[in-house]
């Protein structure tokens, strides 16, 4: 028979000092390879579920939530379709692009609004096949 593995993890408390795993957190440091791998401590504000927690973090940081003002432009890039956006409460310098599929998560009412207002509405990004030769032209 399979051993069980049991498992240590204990919940955190509400008002209890936490570090954050800071790997997937866009800071200002110049390289990843430089910035800290763990933020903090923090306090946990609300305990949502045992692997879920409202933490009281640093203003600057803008992860807290957030409103999207607008849709400003779009563009094309290799990776698809971006918006300009501009965010509720920030000045223009702040604009930023995000790609159509994060964007859709959240704002997709505000993406329709954009193309109606637009007429033109951004087509999907098409790549072009180098032509084939054809028999007649092989050498």
Do not use: C
């Not at 203003?59 to 003002?69: G, L, R, T």
Request: glycine share 4%; proline share 6%.
């Amino acid at each position: 028979m399979a051993k069980r593995i049991t498992s240590t993890f204990k919940p955190f408390k509400l008002h209890q000092k936490v570090w954050l795993e800071a790997t997937n957190l866009r800071l200002s440091y110049p390289s990843s390879k430089i910035a800290p791998k763990r933020q903090g401590p923090f306090t946990i504000q609300q305990v949502i579920s045992p692997w879920i927690y409202k933490l009281n973090l640093p203003s600057d940081w803008k992860i807290h939530p957030y409103e999207v003002e607008g849709i400003v432009n779009h563009r094309y890039r290799r990776e698809g379709l971006q918006y300009l956006v501009k965010w509720k409460g920030y000045g223009h310098q702040e604009n930023e692009w995000i790609h159509e599929e994060e964007l859709t998560r959240f704002a997709n009412e505000l993406i329709q609004e954009y193309l109606k207002s637009h007429e033109t509405s951004p087509k999907t990004h098409l790549t072009l096949k180098k032509p084939t030769r054809k028999s007649s032209q092989k050498r």
